[in-house]
């Protein structure tokens, strides 16, 4: 029982959502969550280093946009395992085409989809239906003095969520607005 991964690139270079097609019988349903041959022209040489899970509780919780500088920078790889919600990635690459461009999918169990986010690119998500639990893979370990984040509703972005925001913390809330003088993140 081989399982398949179908890579769906994106207008962001390098944000990509990767489909799952699962096995299903009268017993229920197996999928692979990650697969490093089938992922290798994303993974490259990098090394998932670090999985995280986190739940977030309230439908229109919004957390992020996080991302880490280098020499810590990381790619991500984010699953829904529970609920549903809007997952979005930033791109902050000065020398990327798509500078301050940003791109939303759904994910949930149901579509199986998972949201690759390079480095350089912020990340966050709004809980469509909750509680939603998202599952984390870090190419490079969490390093707080290289934490970084933008404002998830900065103007400069214009990111359009499709429920109010009921719930923020407060980190999230201090991150500064882009200004002019923004040059990006540098990996």
């Known amino acids: ?21 699962p096995f299903s019988d ?9 697969c490093a041959r089938m992922l290798a022209d994303i993974i490259g040489a990098r090394q998932i280093v670090q999985i995280n899970h986190s739940r977030t509780n309230t439908q229109g919780a919004v957390r992020g946009m996080h991302f880490q500088h280098a020499p810590h920078a990381e790619m991500k790889l984010v699953r829904c395992l529970a609920g549903r919600v809007l997952d979005v990635a930033v791109d902050l690459r000065k020398s990327s085409p798509t500078f301050l461009s940003w791109h939303a999918e759904e994910l949930s169990p149901d579509n199986a989809n998972m949201l ?35 404002r998830h509703d900065d103007p400069s972005l214009g990111i359009t969520w499709p429920l109010p925001v009921t719930d923020i913390s407060q980190r999230d809330l201090e991150h500064l607005l882009i200004t002019k003088d923004f040059t990006g993140v540098s990996l």
């Open 26 to 34: 009268h017993r229920g349903a197996f999928a692979r969550l990650f």
């Open 116 to 150: 690759v986010v390079p480095e350089g690119c912020a990340h966050g998500f709004q809980v469509l239906d909750g509680p939603a639990e998202l599952l984390y893979l870090h190419t490079a370990f969490y390093n707080k003095e290289s934490e970084g984040g933008v």
């Open 1 to 21: 029982m081989d399982q398949a991964m179908i890579i769906h690139p994106t207008s962001i270079p390098g944000v990509m959502v990767v489909g799952t097609v």
